[in-house]
């Protein structure tokens, strides 16, 4: 230990003996560190985005439903109204959103085009910060009440319809007495969704005014509940199931297994494309040391013969090799901080905001780097380049003094 700081000051020196290939290196490694950190950001918001998303598109945080619904989403299976016990259970700190929606397949037709929707009755007071909706009405206006007459048509919906802010259309559904139900709404807004299927396949009126359409009386499809955190739902799920047993209560990670899915996978993903960037960055890493060691065998046959031990010159080597990575960690982690900070308004890819709706993407990312990805790709990073290190170190080590100083 006494020699450590002899061993350091030694690298240091041996480092900028030939300060191109040492700046040609770091740079190499400045510009992997960065490339890592500034991805694993910009993957992680695309997907935080998108669940984010998923879940204001109508999921929630957790639904409870009538069981058989999920399978089979249609009128018989339907909810009583919440009695006392499940609406104390919903009354916890822990919920802070909640609304009854009435969910049925549907048809819509203007006077020149129908279409297939999903037809959602909402209460437009509960869905304000529970969902997308309100927000979403771009033109006109957006519910009043329960018992509004209006109906909120999609954007795309109304141009394949081929109609409009004031005009009429006609919902046809079947009711609880299994009998076609139709009535006439006149289009009161239009809002905007995406993807462009919540768009096209989804029309809003209020919940008391499908419960008469539908001859419902108190009934709803499914409660959608918002938690404060979606993290930790286990406790709430087993409170709304111990107060409606009866009932299909799941959270959203079962509601939306391919988000679950992504979310997963994103780890190894970002894990795999830490291992392509390091891998590229270790060959010049090996090189250069490779390098600066067959250029310094006498010094090294000089050094044994002058009694340091071989584990020494090993040291040494590593050491450069742990100066250089700490460098690079340094200014890359510096320079991807500066990179993120100044795209906090997020990355514009209007260009591609066609493409990017149909999957569910937003046209504006946001990057969003966690200490896990963080303190992931940089210990990755220097564990890994320690390493690659080890082989150059050890055939700096392992040369004979005499063979070491005639070599030519």
């Avoid at 009711?175 to 096209?200: K, L």
């Avoid at 396949?201 to 938690?227: C, H, N, P, W």
């Amino acid at each position: 230990m006494n020699r450590l700081p002899l061993l350091i000051r030694m690298a240091w020196r041996n480092l900028w003996r030939h300060p191109p290939r040492t700046l040609l290196i770091l740079f190499a490694f400045v510009l992997g560190v960065w490339s890592i950190v500034v991805l694993a950001a910009y993957g992680r918001g695309a997907l935080e985005q998108q669940i984010e998303r998923s879940i204001d598109n109508l999921t929630a945080h957790v639904q409870i439903h009538a069981t058989g619904y999920r399978d089979d989403p249609v009128i018989d299976h339907r909810l009583p109204p919440p009695g006392p016990a499940l609406r104390t259970a919903l009354a916890q700190a822990d919920v802070t959103a909640w609304a009854a929606r009435v969910r049925v397949p549907a048809v819509v037709a203007s006077e020149r085009e129908s279409a297939g929707i999903v037809l959602v009755g909402i209460e437009p007071a509960r869905e304000r910060g529970l969902s997308f909706i309100a927000e979403a009405v771009h033109a006109g206006r957006y519910l009043d009440a329960d018992d509004d007459p209006g109906l909120l048509l999609g954007r795309k919906l109304a141009e394949r319809l081929e109609t409009g802010l004031g005009r009429r259309v006609v919902v046809m559904s079947q009711d609880a007495n299994n009998q076609i139900a139709d009535r006439g709404f006149r289009v009161v807004g239009i809002f905007d969704g995406s993807p462009e299927a919540m768009e096209t396949g989804y029309v809003f009126i209020g919940r008391a005014t499908a419960q008469q359409m539908l001859k419902l009386g108190d009934s709803v499809s499914e409660l959608a509940v918002l938690a404060s955190s979606r993290d930790r739902l286990d406790g709430l799920v087993m409170r709304l199931r111990a107060a409606s047993p009866e009932s299909d209560v799941q959270p959203w990670t079962t509601l939306e297994p391919l988000l679950v899915l992504a979310e997963e996978l994103s780890g190894t993903i970002l894990t795999i494309w830490y291992l392509i960037v390091f891998t590229a960055m270790s060959f010049g890493l090996v090189n250069t040391l490779l390098m600066a060691v067959f250029e310094r065998i006498r010094e090294f046959g000089l050094f044994q013969a002058l009694g340091m031990p071989p584990r020494l010159i090993l040291g040494m080597v590593l050491a450069e090799s742990v100066i250089l990575l700490a460098l690079a960690l340094t200014v890359g982690n510096l320079l991807a901080g500066a990179t993120l900070l100044s795209l906090k308004g997020g990355i514009d890819l209007s260009a591609f905001a066609e493409g990017l709706e149909m999957f569910g993407f937003s046209p504006i990312i946001y990057p969003m780097i966690t200490a896990a990805d963080f303190v992931t790709a940089n210990v990755l990073v220097f564990v890994l380049g320690v390493v690659a290190c080890l082989y150059p170190a050890w055939r700096a080590a392992r040369y004979a003094p005499v063979q070491a100083i005639t070599r030519i």
